[in-house]
Nanobody
Framework: QVQLVESGGGLGQPGGSLRLSCAAS????????MGWYRQVPGKQRELVAV???????NYADSVKGRFTISRDNNKNTVYLQMNSLKPEDTAVYYC????????WGKGTLVTVSS
């Protein structure tokens, strides 16, 4: 069983930055692929960024060049550095663990507004 706890959401200014963290409990973090997804009401959850166990990253076109995903296997934590925030980045952000099984965090709300 893996539990994921996201943190770091809140209110961000357009053009500003926020950093999300996702701490994983349980074993197997180092060999799991980790991802960040986001969802706004009435829309499907969408992939934001993913980082494999080997460190390969992939991003949605909408966040390329602005967001950076990283991981610290010693801390069982994955991060999402969000720069140059836009109002359309407003969403609930979810962390996903993909190993033998797939797990989701409960999400953290990011609001980008002046």
């Amino acid at each position: 069983q893996v539990q994921l706890v996201e943190s770091g959401g809140g209110l961000g200014q357009p053009g500003g930055s926020l950093r999300l963290s996702c701490a994983a409990s349980g074993s197997g973090f180092a060999i799991a692929d980790m991802g960040w997804y986001r969802q706004v009401p009435g829309k499907q959850r969408e992939l934001v960024a993913v980082i494999t166990s080997g460190g390969t990253t992939n991003y949605a076109d909408s966040v390329k060049g602005r967001f950076t995903i990283s991981r610290d296997n010693n801390k069982n934590t994955v991060y999402l550095q969000m720069n140059s925030l836009k109002p359309e980045d407003t969403a609930v952000y979810y962390c996903q663990y993909s190993g033998r099984y797939r797990y989701w965090g409960k999400g953290t709300l990011v609001t980008v507004s002046s």
